[in-house]
């Protein structure tokens, strides 16, 4: 009962398709999934007196019968000439050979003599200079960018003005002092008399905690030039205090004499001698 229902479902139409086939070694066709053993059909036909089969135009009812099972697939027997493919050789011929020796116009190939340099030399010249004008203009760019790299990592105008400072010599009496701000820290800058310059260069140097001769903290002994900062613990000494005539710090008590040098307190060094220089035309004190 099945099998009359499943047929209404599917439609039977004949077909005549041409396989893919392929040859074996002896030139004999072989086609998957058929078979050429199979002998068709004898159809009904007849002969005349003067002719063969009147059927040979017809297509035989086996070559396009469908035969339907009880799934939705349908069957077709196909009969078609098997279709043979011309032989490739992998030899060239003569007149393949003649024709790729010929000239490029006969081959199809445009002729760009024209266009190429007479001489080499003169392209070799131009060469050279178009790499070396891209070089410079690289190099130059390079120098730049460098420039204002470095440029940007240096001192600012205004911290380059508080570099240096300048005293005027005529403004500080001798057996004074002077207090300026250099570099965001105190300077005491001591005009110094005779009797100081002999009882700073009478001190045994070797009595002291850090040796240092007097001669060696002066470029001239009347001017003595030091940082107002405690090498204990930063703080600013008072001047012209303490037990030896020069300075003393408040804080923890460290004595310096009239040479800067320490003689008394926790204080490990003397105090420190910034870079500076005399303008003897223009009688002032350069610090920086």
Partial sequence: MAAPAVSRFVAKKPLNLAPTVAFTASGAPRVANINHRVRAPVDEHGHSEHGGRQDLNQVPRWSVSARTGNVFLSRTN?????????????STSREVAAAGSAAPEAQGVPDYSAY??????????????????????????????????LSSMGASADV???????????????????????????????HRTGDEIEEAKSVDVNSL????????????????????????????PIGE???????????????????????????????????YSFDDDAQKLIIG
């Avoid at 098997?82 to 992998?90: K, L, V």
């Avoid at 710090?249 to 003397?270: E, F, K, Q, T």
């Fill in 78 to 90: 196909i009969n078609a000439p098997a279709t043979i493919g011309a032989p490739r050789y992998f």
């Fill in 116 to 149: 190429r340099a007479k001489d080499a030399e003169t392209n070799r010249l131009t060469s050279y200079f178009i790499i070396g004008s891209f070089g410079l203009v690289t190099a130059a760019g390079a120098k730049a960018t460098v420039t204002d790299f």
């Fill in 160 to 190: 380059l003005a508080l570099a240096k400072v300048e005293v005027d010599m005529n403004s500080i009496p001798e057996g004074k002092n002077a207090i300026i701000k250099w570099r965001g820290k105190p300077v005491f800058v001591r």
């Fill in 209 to 236: 905690r850090d040796p240092q001769k007097d001669e060696d903290r002066v470029k001239r002994p009347e001017w003595l030039v030091m940082l107002g900062v405690c090498t204990h613990l930063g703080c600013v």
């Fill in 241 to 275: 205090a303490g037990d030896y005539g020069g300075w003393y710090c408040p804080c923890h008590g460290s004595h310096y004499d009239i040479s800067g040098r320490i003689r008394r307190g926790p204080a490990p060094l003397n105090l420190e001698v910034p870079e």
